[in-house]
């Protein structure tokens, strides 16, 4: 038996410069399919009022030759889609969302 207790370890230095780096606040973006990184939307699979299932690629953005893959984090209906085919996006670039 005992007791837990998170700690953060870390230099003086970096605890003089923490107040510094406000963390980010945690949203809630399931519902959301936002860029990875800037590059053109080679292919758009779904359009408003469709039905995805969790995994199911909704797009596919290529950057310097190489083509990424973008899936449904959760299952929902596609409430609108923000980009078309050929378009270029920029990094965390929201492309459609979930209902």
Do not use: W
């Not at 408003?48 to 030759?65: F, S, T, Y």
């Not at 893959?69 to 459609?96: W, Y």
Request: proline content about 5%; glycine content about 8%; overall charge negative.
């Amino acid at each position: 038996k005992g007791t837990v207790c998170t700690v953060e370890v870390m230099p003086k230095k970096a605890m003089d410069y923490i107040h510094l780096m406000p963390e980010k606040p945690k949203v809630e973006a399931s519902g959301e399919v936002r860029s990875p990184m800037a590059g053109s939307l080679v292919s758009l699979s779904v359009q408003p009022g469709q039905d995805v299932a969790v995994g199911q690629e909704v797009c596919v953005i290529e950057a310097m030759k190489m083509q990424n893959s973008l899936t449904a984090a959760r299952s929902g209906k596609v409430k609108m889609v923000h980009f078309e085919k050929g378009s270029n996006v920029a990094e965390d670039d929201l492309i459609l969302e979930l209902e």
